[in-house]
């Protein structure tokens, strides 16, 4: 029983950074309509950020702030360079691009900062907590307090603020929200901004257990995929909850059954990401997207 | 006399004349490229001409790659004669990996496909018994090599690895360029075109674009097939989530839907590390550079595609993406 609760608590916390991810690949799909595949790249160079700050002799928080501030701004800057000019192509000519950003970007980590994984030390303390035989940490406690609160203020952003108001109409009708005077392609940039900050929280949470290096969002990526897809695509509580449920389901599949192991990890999550496409593409959260054929 | 047979016979020419003209270890860089101008082909079946991407055909060379070792190494198959079971093997899963992508839409299909390439390395590490996990199965000194290390006929083994790759990929190139002018291909583009027109017109939707996934694959098959006996060793790394995305970076610089532009692409993808080389404080021994380039690349070709194609339309006053 003691393991069970153990495999439940550490399910959570690690879906909680698969949550955050998921989160902004969610913010982008709502505002822009598309499957941003750099997503997990881009909060790794976030993540690199943070740690080149504090090597630099600054503390979290402040580090953690400015990393927020650079990502915001290296999101809409990315949005207004390439992604701009062909917004109005084909859905897959921009999913190709971000394949080709996911490449870039992983390319550019590699090369500044080099392979070797590298020590983070987040604002929580990754010293084990016992309590009643399940062992947790303040970090494990963390990613999943801070993944509610991004929840939240994405919530309060889209219900209750213009910026919110504006952003969900350019991704209803682009055309009709410029008519009644909304910047569509500021919010788009605002949108791809919004999610670079989103991911660099996901990025900065999940470096403290996982290590720093290049690759390190590369399989968290799939769980963010799957965790999206799972709560619906398009809603972020969706995300998050889709999270917290693959982490629980993965580490209880990876304990129970015995030949899925640690090894088959990503082989649930994928099938997971189909059975969910093809059996209730809307997912958990969503609703049903009706067109005209 | 037709541009196009032209440059054919050209390319077969130059074919011909590269290995007399070129060093050993340029020869077997070029079979290798020979493997990826297979798999860039199948790509441009399946993503220019019926209009589904797929992230995952280094995971369709993989399945073709591991078919032709673990027959070469545990069934006493050789080498040859695996190629044609390789594409047929790899070739089923295409069709079958057809069947539910008819339900997914453009940017889910990118999503299953993207998942399917970053799992296959860890199923293939997990079916030890069968796959030789992350050691892999070595072909080398193997007896059904034909090679058999020591060269065929009066040809060195690289050669003959060359000669080997690019007979087929010739062949291959052949048939891909009668599929596309044929039927088959009209009815791709009318489905990728309009699924609504061509459904009118009488075409089978679902027929066409699961035969594309599994055309599509067997190529990729045979590539992996030929890749494996290149390098007389298999092992999950061989096949990465990277070669995926580098096919993909391989079949756009090809400009999809131009089986002519294959060549390029492959030779992008084999080439790039040496280009990249000659811009000056680039390490590439590291692997970030070489990456990053690729994915600049990728970045850029999208950038500036829509503007050629335009332009190149107007010119021919085709349509986009038009002939085969």
Same mark, same amino acid.
Request: aromatic content about 10%.
């Given at each position: 029983m003691a393991n069970f609760v153990q495999q439940v608590v550490s399910g959570l916390a690690s879906g909680g950074i698969y949550g955050l991810l998921a989160l902004a690949i969610v913010l982008i799909n709502r505002s822009t309509g598309v499957i941003n595949f750099a997503q997990g790249e881009m909060a790794t160079l976030s993540a690199f950020l943070c740690w080149t700050l504090m090597d630099?002799?600054? &503390?979290?928080?402040?580090?953690?702030?400015? +990393?927020?501030f650079l990502s915001f701004g290296g999101g809409l800057l990315l949005e207004a360079v390439v992604i701009r000019p062909i917004q109005n192509g084909p859905l897959v000519g921009i999913v190709i691009l971000t394949i080709g950003l996911l490449i870039a970007i992983n390319g550019l980590t590699t090369w500044i900062w080099g392979g070797a994984a590298k020590q983070f030390h987040g604002p929580f303390s990754t010293a084990p907590i016992r309590v009643g035989g399940v062992a947790f940490s303040k970090q494990d406690l963390g990613v999943i307090v801070v993944a509610f609160v991004a929840v939240g203020l994405v919530a309060a952003l889209f219900a209750r +603020?213009?910026?919110?108001?504006?952003?969900? &109409?350019?991704?209803?009708?682009?055309?009709?929200? !410029?008519?009644?005077? %909304?910047?569509?392609?500021?919010?788009?940039?605002?949108?791809?901004?919004?999610?670079?900050?989103?991911?660099?929280?996901?990025?900065?949470?999940?470096?403290?257990?996982?290590? =720093?290096?290049?690759?390190?969002?590369? +399989?968290?990526? =799939?769980?963010?995929? &799957?965790?999206?897809? =799972?709560?619906?695509?398009?809603?972020?509580?969706?995300?998050?909850? @889709?999270?917290?449920?693959?982490?629980?389901?993965?580490?209880?599949?990876? +304990?129970?059954?015995?030949? %899925? @192991?640690?090894? =088959?990890?990503?082989?649930?999550?994928?099938?997971? %990401?189909?059975?969910?496409?093809?059996? !209730?593409?809307?997912?958990?959260?969503?609703?049903?997207?009706?067109?005209?054929? | 006399m037709k541009a196009k047979p032209i440059a054919f016979g050209l390319g077969v020419a130059v074919l011909v004349v590269l290995p007399f003209v070129l060093n050993d270890f340029r020869t077997v860089q070029l079979a290798t490229v020979g493997a990826?101008?297979?798999?860039?082909?199948?790509?441009?079946?399946?993503?220019?001409?019926?209009?589904?991407?797929?992230?995952?055909?280094g995971a369709f060379m993989a399945v073709g790659g591991y078919t032709t070792a673990i027959l070469m190494a545990n069934h006493n198959v050789r080498d040859l004669w695996t190629i044609p079971i390789a594409a047929g093997v790899a070739g089923g899963i295409g069709l079958l990996a057809g069947v539910p992508a008819l339900r997914?839409?453009?940017?889910?299909?990118?999503?299953?496909?993207?998942?399917?390439?970053?799992?296959?390395?860890?199923?293939?590490?997990?079916?030890?018994?069968? /796959?030789?996990?992350?050691?892999?199965? /070595?072909l080398f000194g193997k007896p059904t090599q034909t090679g058999h290390g020591v060269g065929v006929w009066r040809l060195t083994n690289n050669q003959w690895l060359y000669v080997l790759t690019w007979s087929i990929g010739v062949v291959l190139f052949l048939l891909a360029w009668w599929l596309l002018g044929a039927r088959f291909g009209r009815s791709l583009r009318a489905v990728r075109d309009s699924e609504l027109a061509a459904a009118a017109s009488g075409v089978n939707r679902a027929l066409y674009k699961v035969l594309a996934f599994g055309v599509s694959a067997a190529f990729a098959g045979v590539a992996g097939a030929l890749f494996a006996i290149n390098v007389a060793y298999v092992s999950p790394d061989t096949f990465p989530i990277q070669l995926s995305l580098y096919l993909l970076v391989g079949a756009v610089v090809g400009f999809f839907g131009s089986i002519w532009g294959a060549v390029f692409g492959a030779l992008l993808i084999q080439f790039l590390p040496d280009i990249v080389g000659v811009f000056p404080h680039v390490d590439t021994k590291q692997a970030g550079p070489t990456t990053f380039f690729f994915g600049l690349v990728l970045v850029v070709l999208m950038l500036v595609l829509p503007l050629l194609l335009r332009l190149a339309s107007r010119i021919s006053n085709r349509g986009y993406l038009g002939a085969p």
């Amino acid at each position: 029983m003691a393991n069970f609760v153990q495999q439940v608590v550490s399910g959570l916390a690690s879906g909680g950074i698969y949550g955050l991810l998921a989160l902004a690949i969610v913010l982008i799909n709502r505002s822009t309509g598309v499957i941003n595949f750099a997503q997990g790249e881009m909060a790794t160079l976030s993540a690199f950020l943070c740690w080149t700050l504090m090597d630099h002799g600054w &503390a979290f928080w402040p580090a953690f702030a400015a +990393t927020l501030f650079l990502s915001f701004g290296g999101g809409l800057l990315l949005e207004a360079v390439v992604i701009r000019p062909i917004q109005n192509g084909p859905l897959v000519g921009i999913v190709i691009l971000t394949i080709g950003l996911l490449i870039a970007i992983n390319g550019l980590t590699t090369w500044i900062w080099g392979g070797a994984a590298k020590q983070f030390h987040g604002p929580f303390s990754t010293a084990p907590i016992r309590v009643g035989g399940v062992a947790f940490s303040k970090q494990d406690l963390g990613v999943i307090v801070v993944a509610f609160v991004a929840v939240g203020l994405v919530a309060a952003l889209f219900a209750r +603020t213009r910026l919110g108001l504006a952003l969900r &109409a350019v991704a209803v009708n682009p055309l009709e929200s !410029r008519l009644v005077g %909304i910047r569509a392609s500021t919010m788009l940039a605002v949108g791809w901004g919004l999610a670079a900050a989103l991911g660099a929280v996901a990025g900065v949470m999940a470096a403290p257990s996982l290590f =720093l290096e290049p690759n390190m969002m590369q +399989t968290v990526l =799939l769980y963010a995929f &799957a965790a999206a897809v =799972l709560g619906g695509m398009e809603s972020p509580l969706g995300a998050v909850v @889709g999270g917290l449920l693959l982490g629980v389901v993965l580490n209880l599949a990876g +304990t129970y059954v015995h030949w %899925i @192991g640690g090894e =088959l990890r990503l082989a649930v999550a994928l099938a997971l %990401i189909l059975g969910v496409l093809l059996v !209730r593409p809307s997912g958990l959260f969503g609703r049903t997207a009706l067109r005209r054929a | 006399m037709k541009a196009k047979p032209i440059a054919f016979g050209l390319g077969v020419a130059v074919l011909v004349v590269l290995p007399f003209v070129l060093n050993d270890f340029r020869t077997v860089q070029l079979a290798t490229v020979g493997a990826y101008f297979i798999a860039i082909l199948g790509l441009d079946i399946l993503t220019g001409h019926s209009g589904q991407i797929s992230l995952c055909h280094g995971a369709f060379m993989a399945v073709g790659g591991y078919t032709t070792a673990i027959l070469m190494a545990n069934h006493n198959v050789r080498d040859l004669w695996t190629i044609p079971i390789a594409a047929g093997v790899a070739g089923g899963i295409g069709l079958l990996a057809g069947v539910p992508a008819l339900r997914l839409s453009g940017l889910y299909l990118a999503l299953a496909t993207f998942g399917i390439a970053v799992v296959l390395p860890t199923i293939l590490k997990k079916f030890e018994h069968f /796959t030789g996990g992350s050691t892999g199965i /070595t072909l080398f000194g193997k007896p059904t090599q034909t090679g058999h290390g020591v060269g065929v006929w009066r040809l060195t083994n690289n050669q003959w690895l060359y000669v080997l790759t690019w007979s087929i990929g010739v062949v291959l190139f052949l048939l891909a360029w009668w599929l596309l002018g044929a039927r088959f291909g009209r009815s791709l583009r009318a489905v990728r075109d309009s699924e609504l027109a061509a459904a009118a017109s009488g075409v089978n939707r679902a027929l066409y674009k699961v035969l594309a996934f599994g055309v599509s694959a067997a190529f990729a098959g045979v590539a992996g097939a030929l890749f494996a006996i290149n390098v007389a060793y298999v092992s999950p790394d061989t096949f990465p989530i990277q070669l995926s995305l580098y096919l993909l970076v391989g079949a756009v610089v090809g400009f999809f839907g131009s089986i002519w532009g294959a060549v390029f692409g492959a030779l992008l993808i084999q080439f790039l590390p040496d280009i990249v080389g000659v811009f000056p404080h680039v390490d590439t021994k590291q692997a970030g550079p070489t990456t990053f380039f690729f994915g600049l690349v990728l970045v850029v070709l999208m950038l500036v595609l829509p503007l050629l194609l335009r332009l190149a339309s107007r010119i021919s006053n085709r349509g986009y993406l038009g002939a085969p």
